[in-house]
Structure formats: structure tokens, C-alpha cells
């Protein structure tokens, strides 16, 4: 069964790299270009992981993760910042959110598949 990623970014060419590594991993992709937009699709599609960014128009990824993680239909989706945000404290104000896990940008694409493999179990 092919796992489902969901990944909110808004910027189109962090996307199309993401797109690019993931779907020729094998993995099945949805993207959001917004907060809004990304905490509808988790709960309309039911995704196995979601990538988030912290820095999004609508509503930042922090809040976005909140919604998430309080909705009971969507509580039990890991969720890894993906985020540009990378002073020291930034991982904790992810954490603190509710993310699972935390990459930081630029991103190795080996490091994120990894991260990506092993939430999937």
C-alpha cells in the first residue's frame, strides 16, 4: 500500500523538490500552498505523514500543527517541520507545537527521505 504525504509549503519550488524526491520514492503526494488549505486536505484525505512549513500566508505552520494535533481526526498524523527557522529554540517552538520532528532548510534530500522513512515506519 503506497503511503501518502501531504505537504504544505508555499513556495512552488520547495515543492516540486519535495514532489520530485518523494514520488520517486514510491511515496504518494498531496500538497497545500497554505495553513487553511493544508489543515482541510488533512482532514479530507487522511494523509501518513504531513511535511510542514512554520512560515505560511493564512496561518503559520505552528498554529496549522495545533489544529491538527487537537482534532482527533487528525491527531494521530506525525507531522516533520520542514522550516527555514533554524535559530537555536526553533526545534523546540516545533516541538512545542506539536510537530514530531523537525528538518531544517536548506535539507539534505537523503536526510529528508530518511526522516520521511522512518515516521513511516
Known amino acids: 500500500m503506497t503511503k501518502r504525504v501531504l505537504v504544505v509549503e508555499d513556495t512552488e519550488d520547495n515543492r516540486r523538490i519535495v514532489r520530485d524526491l518523494l514520488t520517486s520514492a514510491g511515496y504518494e ?5 497554505d495553513g487553511p488549505s493544508g489543515v482541510a486536505m488533512a482532514a479530507s484525505h487522511a ?27 487528525t491527531g494521530h498524523i506525525p ?6 527557522y533554524a535559530l537555536p529554540g526553533d526545534e523546540a517552538k516545533t516541538r512545542a507545537a506539536g510537530c514530531d520532528g523537525y528538518i531544517a532548510k536548506p535539507f539534505s534530500p537523503r536526510q529528508l527521505l530518511a ?7
Not at 507531522?79 to 527555514?84: G, H, K, L, N
Open 79 to 84: 507531522i516533520i517541520a520542514v522550516t527555514s
Open 115 to 121: 526522516m520521511v522513512r522512518e515516521s513511516l515506519g
Open 29 to 33: 503526494l498531496l500538497e497545500a500552498a
Open 47 to 73: 494523509p501518513d505523514l504531513i511535511l510542514m512549513d512554520i512560515q505560511l500566508p493564512g496561518i503559520d505552520g505552528y498554529e496549522a500543527t495545533r489544529r491538527l494535533k487537537s482534532d482527533p481526526a
